[in-house]
């Protein structure tokens, strides 16, 4: 097994890998308990070399892999990239470039949406994933040879993988459907964890602005602190108790510490009068400052129906062009589009508009109507 410990050696593999016109790579981490991905194993494999890196062993630089990384001349495969990526922004400062994600390109190419990469393995490949090994703790060491067979595999299978899909791209014509995509994966903006932004997973019923305040305010105080102490959230304030915070509104530390599970010591020391702090600011905020969440029940009670049918529609052109149906227009893309006359949506520009965009508008308009005879799908212009 090739395991690489020391800096020299992995300097001479990114040399070797530098010449390469493709590289795949992949890692192995752990994120149980921490905020930031704790980076365990990175695997490579070029044409005639592959190997893991183990960045937790003593003295090792990555450096020169974080180069190989900003290497513009050698593009680098991963699958379902976005985690992957997040990790070496935060350790390196910068994202990997030029991507291929090959579940994106699978998607593209008829494979289902957000398809595994062991079903990609099975049908591409032929072979069979050991999958013992993905469960282990990979921050253990030493590591198995089993533990690093496995590792490798995940990088050598890939490389007949991103030559088909490679492959059958070119041949129809779609290897530019993936630019759109790609462009997001190394925009570095897709890795910024915005504190601001954090109370937006909370999804709040609540449309009382003042509340949404408040909860925005211990959303990003709670995303604060668990960068700052590299915590997961829910280790910080679980979601429920950040909602139960802002109901409450507590003005000193005896009134926080009582909301319960809200941990008592954060409440009586320094992040707990932050917390405090932030509080009062949503609560002095002007109206014109206070956020909103937009709310279905002012939409157009007719646009429900036109987006069963829009949503119909998108499953068949999804089928009749084997692509992922939500690589062409997510679920609240479609209602959207129902909804509004001009939205700024992906489905009304380039390839998409032109395998669904361009009928979607005509059919909610009136001047399009469709079924499906013998499995195939019929339009009808309508005067």
């Known amino acids: 097994m090739t395991i690489i410990t020391d800096t020299q050696a992995l300097a001479r593999a990114c040399e070797g890998w530098a010449r390469e016109r493709y590289i ?96 990609l393995v099975n049908t591409l490949t032929g072979a069979k994933l050991d999958k013992v090994a993905r469960f282990m703790d990979w921050t253990k060491r030493p590591l198995t040879r089993r533990q690093i067979d496995y590792a490798l595999g995940d990088v050598t299978h890939l490389r007949t993988i991103y030559e088909k899909l490679s492959a059958k791209l070119e041949q129809t014509g779609r290897a530019g459907w993936l630019d759109e995509e790609m462009d997001i994966l190394t925009d570095p903006a897709t890795y910024r964890n915005d504190p601001d932004d954090a109370w937006l997973r909370l999804k709040p019923r609540s449309r009382n602005r003042r509340f949404l305040a408040i909860v925005r305010e211990v959303a990003a105080w709670r995303e604060r602190y668990a960068q700052d102490n590299n915590l997961a959230r829910n280790r910080v304030v679980r979601d429920d108790v950040v909602l139960e915070v802002a109901a409450h509104a507590p003005k000193d530390a005896d009134a926080l510490a009582g909301i319960r599970g809200f941990p008592n010591k954060i409440a009586r020391g320094p992040a707990g009068e932050d917390l405090l702090g932030a509080i009062r600011k949503a609560e002095n905020l002007p109206d014109n400052a206070l956020p909103t969440v937009a709310s279905r029940k002012g939409h157009d009670r007719s646009a429900g129906p036109t987006a069963d049918a829009l949503k119909l529609l998108l499953k068949i052109k999804s089928q009749e062009h084997q692509v992922a149906a939500k690589l062409i227009a997510t679920t609240a893309d479609v209602e959207r589009l129902a909804d509004e006359q001009k939205p700024d949506i992906r489905a009304l520009k380039g390839w998409r508009y032109e395998i669904f965009g361009k009928d979607a508008l005509a059919v909610r308009d009136g001047k399009l109507a469709f079924a499906v005879r013998a499995g195939k799908l019929i339009t009808v212009p309508l005067d």
């Open 24 to 119: 795949t790579v992949d890692t192995e981490f752990k994120r149980e308990t921490t905020y930031w991905a704790e980076l365990a194993l990175v695997q490579v494999a070029g044409a005639d070399f592959h190997a893991a890196i183990d960045p937790l062993a003593p003295g090792l630089s990555l450096d020169p892999f974080y180069d190989l990384m900003r290497n513009e001349k050698v593009l680098k495969v991963f699958h379902a990239a976005r985690q992957d990526i997040e990790i070496f922004v935060h350790e390196m400062g910068d994202v990997p470039h030029p991507l291929f994600d090959t579940q994106v390109a699978a998607m593209v190419c008829g494979f289902g949406e957000s398809v595994g990469y062991e079903t």
